[in-house]
């Protein structure tokens, strides 16, 4: 009897430590990734953070690289602007949605302590994507309130945390570098899913690196919409320069780190390390695209490139502003690459 007993017994912890195992399994392939948020680059001089903010759950969360994925590593309470919806104009004291970039840290006496706490950082706002659409207004931050205030009042539009909280995490940011991105609310995918929308993008940025190689012109510029514009450049001189390269160079190599993939909605920002070789001319650069999808397929608004060393680190300042990707004069311009 106590044979059976025991048998029993033993029988039970097996299957009950089948179901715990399996019960693992499933959870971890149930892991849930920002669908927007692909991929952080791997590039030294590159930021290996990235601030995600919900404005309907009203936080704000920060992730990591972590090899071909990501992780997070922080999440905390956020305020928004006072009155919902996406930011369009002036003085709408609404939060605006779209991909942005820290550049400036200001501390009181610069800011009011009252008001914005112990630390603010500025956001580009508004970036290339919101002047195509016309959008106006300005000094949309990140910034903290002091512990008197409640963190529900609402703002004019900027991210509201608690002073402790911003301290903390903005050791995180690289400015000009680190990301901050803004949805109504974010979405997430399962692992595989989100592997698999990542592996597209990267097609579609193979795709464009081996048009380019292959000097098949009109394949290349099948991935330009009409209104481009780069430093010196809109489609028709952009095209006509890469002619000109076309006959004047025997073969282009062009390597890519592994990039930024950032995404809102429709509007996507890749930030790579390229290099470049032909038997003219060969660099090294910091490449940044804007692209949006139109009918189902990515066309690139604009291109940015500035000369960097080996791992990223850029060898003369230059303005990341819109202004110099948007209002740039039209003209034929020598470059290299």
């Known amino acids: 009897m106590l044979d059976m007993n025991k048998s029993f017994f033993i029988l039970i912890f097996l299957a009950l430590f089948a179901i715990d195992t399996k019960a693992k399994a499933e959870g971890s ?3 849930m990734f920002p669908a927007d948020l692909l991929q ?17 759950e009203r936080k704000l969360l920060v992730f990591e690289h972590n090899g071909e994925t990501i992780k997070k590593i922080d999440e905390v309470p956020a305020d928004i602007g006072k009155n919902g919806g996406n930011k369009t104009k002036r003085d709408d004291h609404k939060t605006p949605e779209g991909i942005y970039f820290f550049e400036k840290k200001l501390s009181p006496p610069e800011i009011p302590f009252e008001q914005y706490g112990k630390l603010a950082l500025t956001l ?8 195509r659409e016309g959008k106006t207004g300005s000094g949309i931050w990140l910034h903290s309130i002091p512990e008197t205030v409640a963190l ?4 004019r539009g900027c991210v509201v945390i608690r002073n402790d909280v911003l301290e903390k995490i903005s050791n995180y940011v690289k ?11 974010l979405e997430y995918l399962k692992k595989e899913e989100h592997d698999r929308r990542r592996q597209e993008l990267g097609q ?13 012109l009109d394949r290349y510029m099948s991935f330009y919409n009409q209104d481009f514009k780069a430093t010196g450049f809109n489609y028709r001189t ?3 320069h890469k002619k000109k390269l076309k006959e004047k160079y025997k073969y282009i190599k062009v390597t890519l780190s592994q990039p930024f993939l950032l995404l809102h909605k429709d509007q996507l920002i890749i930030k790579t390390l390229q290099k470049y070789e032909s038997d003219g001319h060969s660099d090294y650069g910091v490449k940044t695209i804007h692209a949006l999808n139109v009918d189902g397929k990515y066309k690139i608004l604009s291109e940015e490139w500035v000369p960097s060393t080996e791992n990223g680190t850029l060898k003369e300042s230059v303005s990341t502003s819109t202004e110099q990707l948007t209002a740039a004069p039209v003209k034929d311009k020598e470059i290299k690459n």
């Open 175 to 185: 400015l000009k570098e680190t990301p901050i991105i803004i949805y109504d609310k």
């Open 204 to 216: 579609y940025i193979q795709s464009w690196k081996e048009a380019w190689e292959s000097m098949d």
């Open 152 to 155: 529900t009042r609402g703002s």
């Open 29 to 31: 392939s149930l892991e």
């Open 238 to 240: 952009w095209k006509n």
């Open 124 to 131: 580009n706002y508004p970036n290339l994507f919101d002047l």
């Open 40 to 56: 952080i680059s791997n590039t030294e001089a590159f930021s290996k953070y990235v601030f995600l903010v919900d404005k309907t």
